[in-house]
Nanobody, 124 residues
Framework: QVQLVESGGGLVQAGGSLRLSCAASGRTFSSMPMAWFRQAPGKEREFVAGISQSGGSTDYSDSVKGRFTGSRDNAKNTVFLQMNSLKPEDTAVYYC?????????????????WGQGTQVTVSS
């Protein structure tokens, strides 16, 4: 079983940057596509970014395109989310997820493993 642990969240002013990390333990996840989701209070869990097995293919929600970058380091069993030009509406708990299939989807129900989440708060 894969276990995922996010880190790097915090409080930042609008326009600032944060880099989130998600480290896997238990076994290697190099064969699994990964994704980042976020959930704000009172809202559904929302797809943010997807990273392919190799890290060579990514996709993003329209709300974060041009500002966020997903990547992975399979040798370290870690995925990243670089968040730039942060806006107050980016405030949410951010989760990383993995699925036991070969391509990324935007549906949280397709994912088999989840981290505990890390809080990102962006002040205006």
């Amino acid at each position: 079983q894969v276990q995922l642990v996010e880190s790097g969240g915090g409080l930042v002013q609008a326009g600032g940057s944060l880099r989130l990390s998600c480290a896997a333990s238990g076994r290697t996840f190099s064969s699994m596509p990964m994704a980042w989701f976020r959930q704000a209070p009172g809202k559904e869990r929302e797809f943010v970014a997807g990273i392919s097995q190799s890290g060579g293919s990514t996709d993003y929600s329209d709300s974060v395109k041009g500002r966020f970058t997903g990547s992975r380091d399979n040798a370290k069993n870690t995925v990243f989310l670089q968040m730039n030009s942060l806006k107050p509406e980016d405030t949410a708990v951010y989760y990383c997820a993995a699925r036991r299939f070969y391509y990324v989807t935007e549906n949280p129900f397709d994912y088999d493993y989840w981290g505990q989440g890390t809080q990102v708060t962006v002040s205006s």
